[in-house]
């Protein structure tokens, strides 16, 4: 199934089955592409995980449930997904505004969430700098950290502070960022703030030494202040690169950004001219 309509699918399977108990792990396996990329490229397509898209359309259709119908609090709760009122009046009221009870007496407005629509425009032709380049296994130096997909947007920064902040920066300055999850179907994730590893240097206490397998890479270059290029690069691979990719596929569970050293730069990361890679694991399709 092609990048783009398997996101569309997606979402027809989610809408048909918002009242039943559904995973991204569900959804990542009705369109048959694995957890580690379906995830980031759902998040950046849609601007959304796929986890707060199924809580926000059906706290959307609870709303219109609750003032278009007798049905109780309870049994909405029920119907979508709560375990109890309670969590359901608290979810309901950050999402409305407002509470269920005051939703139903005052017949309050209510947010709306409507079911997205998809739309993937190639302008002009297709035009993306990269280059598709073999590597041989390297072995880094890392702190290592495992994170599940749904809160790993807000963890991993998180993780990178802490990493400077406790000292570790002077064993690993951090020249990679590496996400791992060899099976691409796990609930969690590897992430490594890596260095490339000297064997004459002793390991310190808290860190480790990891390979990462040969591959043949899709390499993105990333020019501009971080955050901001790389997720411009980022969401224009998940936009317009893999739409419009024919010859290649995703090959493996890893996703390597490689960090020139900011001391080159007047800014450092938040210099114009701050130069990153973005490395995929590609083969052939078949």
Request: proline fraction near 5%; hydrophobic fraction near 40%.
């Amino acid at each position: 199934m092609e990048w783009t309509e398997a996101i569309r699918e997606a979402v027809r399977y989610i809408e048909n089955h918002l009242t039943e108990e559904i995973t991204m792990y569900d959804v990542a396996a009705h369109v048959n592409i694995s957890p580690f990329y379906f995830h980031k490229g759902f998040s950046i397509l849609c601007g959304y995980s796929i986890t707060e898209y199924i809580r926000n359309r059906r706290l959307a259709l609870a709303g219109e449930e609750l003032i278009g119908s007798d049905a109780t609090v309870t049994a909405l709760a029920m119907k979508y997904g709560y375990d109890s009122p309670d969590s359901f009046a608290k979810a309901f009221t950050r999402f409305h505004g407002y509470s269920p009870s005051v939703v139903r007496r005052d017949k309050t407005m209510l947010k709306a969430f409507a079911p997205l629509q998809l739309t993937i425009s190639l302008k002009g032709g297709y035009a993306m700098d990269y280059k598709i380049t073999d590597k041989a296994a390297f072995t880094v130096l890392a702190a290592s950290k495992v994170f599940d997909y749904e809160n790993a947007k807000q963890e991993i920064p998180a993780f990178w502070q802490e990493h400077y902040t406790s000292g570790r920066g002077n064993d690993v300055c951090g020249m990679f960022g590496i996400n791992i999850d060899p099976q691409m179907g796990n609930e969690h994730f590897e992430y490594l703030i890596a260095d490339v590893y000297n064997p004459s240097v002793e390991i310190p206490e808290g860190l480790e030494v990891r390979t990462i397998p040969a591959f043949t890479w899709a390499v993105f270059p990333c020019k501009g202040a971080l955050p901001q290029a790389l997720q411009g690069v980022n969401e224009k691979i998940f936009s317009e690169w893999l739409p419009a990719l024919h010859d290649y596929e995703f090959a493996a569970g890893y996703c390597v950004e490689m960090y020139d050293a900011p001391d080159k730069y007047p800014n450092g990361t938040n210099d114009e001219n701050y130069y990153t890679e973005i490395w995929l694991p590609v083969k052939k399709k078949h």
